[in-house]
């Protein structure tokens, strides 16, 4: 069973958006999948910086998106992106010293934040957005 499953309230109208905060829940999901399956360090190493990499690329995407079309509420997602980005660069850094940290904790928080963060944070540039003409 996924740890998250995409659903219509997660969509905030913009076909690239969605389909990149499509890939994150899947890269989630492997992760939580592979960790569940006790798989080795070096598996759950390389999906763990898949999915580093690919939040990277997905935050610079959205960022150019608001930055191009002024979003008056750049800076606060901005600053959002920029707290998670820390936060799973120490978990990448902590997993690859060693340290034990794939745990029901870190999953349950990577949940948590990319719901609370679609449904919360992006939900507010959507309207802006495609009002400007992003689809």
């Given amino acids: 069973m996924p740890l998250l499953t995409w659903s219509n309230d997660l969509s905030v109208k913009i076909?690239?958006?969605d389909e990149q905060h499509k890939?994150?829940?899947a890269l989630?999901?492997?992760l939580y999948d592979a960790m569940g399956?006790?798989?080795?360090?070096?598996?759950?190493?390389?999906?763990?910086k898949e999915l580093?990499?690919?939040?990277?690329?997905?935050?610079?995407?959205e960022e150019k998106l608001?930055?191009?079309q002024a979003y008056p509420g750049y800076l606060a997602h901005k600053k959002e992106h920029d707290n998670l980005a820390?936060?799973?660069n120490t978990l990448q850094n902590d997993f690859s010293s060693g340290k034990p940290v794939m745990t029901v904790e870190v999953m349950r928080f990577l949940k948590d934040w990319l719901t609370s963060h679609?449904?919360?944070?992006?939900?507010?540039?959507?309207?802006?957005?495609?009002?400007?003409?992003?689809?």
């Fill in 28 to 30: 989630i999901n492997n």
């Fill in 118 to 135: 679609i449904k919360g944070t992006d939900q507010k540039y959507s309207p802006f957005l495609i009002g400007k003409g992003v689809t």
């Fill in 52 to 61: 580093v990499d690919y939040t990277t690329t997905h935050f610079a995407n």
């Fill in 15 to 17: 076909y690239s958006i």
């Fill in 23 to 25: 890939n994150l829940i």
């Fill in 37 to 48: 399956a006790g798989k080795g360090q070096a598996a759950l190493g390389a999906i763990l």
């Fill in 66 to 68: 608001m930055r191009a």
């Fill in 86 to 88: 820390a936060k799973v």
